[in-house]
């Protein structure tokens, strides 16, 4: 694991997607064909500044580009290394942006994804970015719909909810519940994880969802997850077949519904939203989560169960003395600056 290592000593706690085991992952079984990873590590005083970033490149209307920037995908839902909300974060990113420039394979573009445009350490990478000669631009990349749920329990949460939903998912509860023997396992030792990632498999397949892009990385997750304390896999059975699951990644006072499935042949009963309603009841009545969360997105049901809404945003950086990095920023900064020198 390297300098990884070094992620899970300064991270906080439980905090599972800024540990080093999250960027190991993704290392190994998430990065792109040709791409490489590695931690950089700026020290100074209040402690290191530890960047998990990727090298690579791609290509743009035939052209090759060289990339840098964040470790970090479509798995992705928050992008906040140990150190980044450090004081000097600007002067720490801008030493190593300029080493970046001044490099025999200097990238046209870097690019950071999956950031809390609230959290200091954006601004902190922005002014970073540009004092070493960059052109930069953020952009909303996703929503995240979130609920904070200190002192609340859940009665007054389901309350809450849309008549329809609390009425249809009550409904179908009690129908499923009728018609079939129902349980539902809860997984989340380490000794269960090849049986917690087999049984999410199983659902997924029968699902509406496509395939994995990446078909190590769940595997891979669930066992990391269930090895650093910080996932649970609840599935839903009728009959002893699993019909619904979902992995939810808990650490840090938060927790995020990283994935979820259901099998389409039972839509009738609709077996995902009565695991959410009772996996809500679960973690609202324990009281220890102060916020939960799921993760990328704005499909159209996130809302119905978690209210509120925030969004990551990323950060483009283009290097104006690369021609294909001036032709990026001719492109996606060209039309702003036209703006702006209007009359």
């Given at each position: 694991?390297?300098?990884?290592?070094?992620?899970?000593?300064a991270?906080?706690?439980?905090?599972?997607?800024?540990?080093?085991?999250?960027?190991?992952l993704?290392?190994?079984?998430a990065?792109a064909?040709?791409?490489?990873?590695?931690t950089?590590?700026?020290?100074?005083?209040?402690g290191?500044?530890?960047?998990?970033?990727?090298?690579?490149?791609?290509?743009?209307?035939?052209?090759?580009?060289?990339?840098?920037?964040s470790?970090?995908?479509?798995?992705?839902?928050?992008y906040?290394?140990?150190?980044?909300?450090?004081?000097?974060?600007?002067?720490?990113v801008?030493l190593?942006?300029?080493?970046?420039?001044?490099?025999?394979?200097?990238?046209?573009?870097?690019?950071?994804?999956?950031l809390?445009?609230?959290?200091?350490?954006?601004?902190?990478?922005?002014?970073?970015?540009?004092?070493?000669?960059?052109?930069?631009?953020?952009?909303a990349?996703?929503?995240?719909?979130?609920?904070?749920?200190?002192?609340?329990?859940?009665?007054?949460?389901?309350?809450?909810?849309?008549g329809?939903?609390?009425?249809?998912?009550?409904?179908?509860?009690?129908?499923?519940?009728r018609?079939h023997?129902?349980?539902?396992?809860?997984?989340?030792?380490?000794?269960e994880?090849?049986?917690?990632?087999?049984?999410?498999?199983?659902?997924?397949?029968?699902?509406?969802?496509?395939?994995?892009?990446?078909?190590?990385f769940?595997?891979?997750?669930?066992?990391?997850?269930f090895?650093?304390?910080?996932?649970?896999?609840?599935?839903?059975?009728?009959?002893?077949?699993?019909?619904?699951?979902?992995?939810?990644?808990?650490?840090?006072?938060?927790?995020?519904?990283f994935?979820?499935?259901?099998?389409?042949?039972?839509?009738?009963?609709?077996?995902?939203?009565?695991?959410?309603?009772?996996l809500?009841?679960?973690?609202?009545?324990?009281?220890?989560?102060?916020?939960?969360?799921l993760?990328?997105?704005?499909?159209?049901?996130?809302?119905?169960?978690?209210?509120?809404?925030?969004?990551?945003?990323?950060?483009?950086?283009?290097?104006?003395?690369?021609?294909?990095?001036l032709?990026?920023?001719?492109?996606?900064?060209?039309a702003?600056?036209?703006?702006?020198?209007?009359?």
């Amino acid at each position: 694991m390297g300098q990884l290592r070094g992620i899970q000593e300064a991270g906080k706690a439980g905090s599972f997607e800024q540990s080093a085991a999250w960027f190991a992952l993704l290392r190994d079984t998430a990065l792109a064909p040709g791409r490489r990873a590695e931690t950089v590590r700026l020290d100074g005083p209040g402690g290191p500044l530890l960047l998990p970033v990727s090298h690579g490149a791609t290509r743009w209307h035939g052209l090759p580009v060289r990339e840098a920037g964040s470790l970090t995908g479509c798995y992705t839902t928050l992008y906040q290394p140990p150190g980044l909300d450090l004081p000097d974060t600007a002067a720490r990113v801008a030493l190593w942006a300029r080493g970046l420039r001044a490099g025999r394979a200097a990238p046209d573009r870097v690019l950071f994804e999956g950031l809390d445009p609230a959290h200091p350490g954006f601004a902190g990478l922005s002014a970073g970015l540009k004092a070493a000669g960059y052109w930069v631009e953020g952009f909303a990349q996703f929503g995240n719909w979130y609920l904070d749920c200190r002192g609340l329990g859940f009665e007054a949460y389901w309350a809450a909810r849309d008549g329809r939903l609390r009425n249809s998912v009550d409904r179908k509860a009690r129908a499923l519940a009728r018609a079939h023997r129902v349980e539902t396992l809860f997984l989340s030792r380490p000794a269960e994880s090849a049986r917690a990632a087999a049984l999410y498999d199983q659902v997924q397949a029968a699902s509406w969802k496509e395939p994995e892009p990446f078909p190590l990385f769940m595997p891979g997750l669930v066992q990391a997850a269930f090895a650093h304390g910080a996932g649970e896999m609840a599935v839903l059975l009728a009959d002893g077949q699993p019909i619904a699951a979902q992995l939810w990644l808990i650490g840090d006072g938060r927790a995020t519904i990283f994935k979820l499935a259901h099998d389409s042949a039972w839509d009738r009963y609709s077996p995902g939203s009565v695991l959410s309603r009772d996996l809500m009841r679960r973690h609202l009545e324990g009281g220890a989560l102060a916020e939960i969360d799921l993760g990328r997105g704005d499909d159209p049901y996130k809302q119905l169960w978690l209210p509120r809404r925030r969004e990551r945003w990323g950060l483009a950086a283009y290097d104006p003395r690369r021609p294909v990095g001036l032709a990026l920023a001719a492109r996606n900064l060209g039309a702003r600056w036209l703006k702006r020198l209007r009359p």
